[in-house]
Every structure is written in C-alpha cells, then in structure tokens.
C-alpha cells in the first residue's frame, strides 16, 4: 500500500522555466514532509522540507507547498537550470519515512 | 563533511550465494536503515536499527537479515540471492527524531 505517490514518472521543463513536481499522500498521520533529490549512480540528497504546521517553505530557487487538507504537497523550482536534471522523492514521516516512485526531472538549455 | 560509506558502488553475484552489503556511518547516528530502489517503486524499507544490536523489518524484509554489533556500521545480508533481489541498495542514517536521512551512494546489486 504505497502511502506516498508520485503520480508523474517523468517531467520536461526549458531552462528559466518554472518546475513543478507534485506529490499525494494518504496517510493523515505524517507530521513532516521532505524531497530528496537523486543523481544517477549516487544517493539521495535532502532538498527541502516542511512541517505539517506550515503551508510553505522557501529556500533559494526551491519552495514546498502543503496542502492538507487535500494531502497534497508540491515542490516549485524558480529558475529551472539543466543542473537541476535528477530524480526527486516525495518522502513523508511521523517516525517510520515513506518515499514516492519518484519524478525524473529533464530541465533543457 | 558528514559520511554515510557503503563498501561496494556494484556487485555482481551468482543465484544462490550469500551476499554482504556494508554499511558505515560517521555522525554517530542510532538509527540506521536499508532501502532498495526500483524503478517505479521508490524506496522501500527493508530494515532498520535503532541502536546496536537492535533491529526492526521494515516493508520488505523477506530474504534479508541485518546486523548492527558496532553503533556505526550497518550490514545488509542476502543469505541466499535470487534474481529478483537484483536492485540498488540504499543505506541511510538518521538522529533519533527520523526527520532527515542521510543517504550513501548505494550499492548497484546484479544476482545473476
């Protein structure tokens, strides 16, 4: 029963442009809401994360959105830049983590 | 610069053979874990330690063992591989609240 989805495999943007990754979950319990993003051949980094008392996170480029009443959170990158091209998890907890499919993010110059 | 080592990038094995995945961390972390990664299926969690000697199953626990007798170093054990265990394992650490995982490079498994 996958608690976190990741409903788009894939996402395309143009450099400059706005990126948007969305992720649902269903589990009403989860307190803290995370992204981590991955490059091929490496492991997941810690992008940004957010508190379920919050409604929006903001760091540099990257903000995190919540939506819980719609169990929904989003992560927006402003600019995308083609460095940003990587696989990002959703992950959600309250003590046990749960990841997403995950979106593979291509930015193109 | 915070450390989670896994000894080997890849590995290939034969079916049948046991197989050890290592793990080492240096932020003196109580909790440790180990993922699998495949496509289209995210992380899931095979198992976890929360303080040596300690272990929990996590999603995915069938045909894996563990083993956590120093605080920093974490093993993953496929006592018997099969082709389907052919993944990237993940091997993470946490401080006790769990918020953030720290992640290390992952071990590229092929059981062939």
């Known amino acids: 029963d996958q608690q976190v989805k990741q409903n788009s495999p894939s996402l395309s943007v143009q450099e400059g442009r706005i990126s948007i990754l969305n992720c649902d979950y269903t589990?009403?319990?989860?307190?803290?809401f995370l992204w981590y993003k991955k490059y091929p051949a490496e492991g997941p980094t810690f992008l940004i994360s957010?508190?379920?008392?919050?409604d929006k996170n903001e760091d540099g480029r990257f903000t995190v959105f919540l939506n819980k009443s719609a169990k929904h959170l989003s992560l927006h990158i402003v600019p995308s830049q083609p460095g940003d091209s990587a696989v990002y998890f959703c992950?959600?907890?309250?003590?046990?983590?749960?990841f997403g499919a995950g979106t593979r993010l291509t930015v193109k110059p | 610069d915070v450390k989670v080592t896994q000894s080997s990038r890849y590995l290939v094995k034969r079916t049948g053979e046991k197989v050890f995945l290592e793990c080492v961390q240096d932020?003196?972390?109580?909790?440790m874990f180990w993922y699998r990664q495949d496509p289209g299926l995210g992380l899931r969690l095979i198992y976890f330690?929360?303080?040596?000697?300690?272990?929990e199953k996590g999603d995915i626990p069938e045909g894996y063992s563990v083993s956590r007798e120093k605080k920093e170093r974490f093993s993953l054990i496929l006592e018997s591989a099969s082709t389907n265990q052919t993944s990237m394992y993940l091997c993470?650490?946490?401080?006790?609240?769990?918020?953030?995982?720290?992640f290390g490079s992952g071990t590229q498994l092929s059981v062939l």
């Open positions: 993470a650490s946490s401080p006790p609240d769990r918020k953030k995982l720290f």
């Open positions: 330690s929360y303080d040596v000697k300690m272990k």
């Open positions: 932020m003196d972390h109580e909790n």
């Open positions: 589990n009403s319990m989860f307190d803290y």
């Open positions: 992950a959600a907890t309250n003590n046990d983590m749960r």
């Open positions: 957010i508190s379920s008392i919050k």
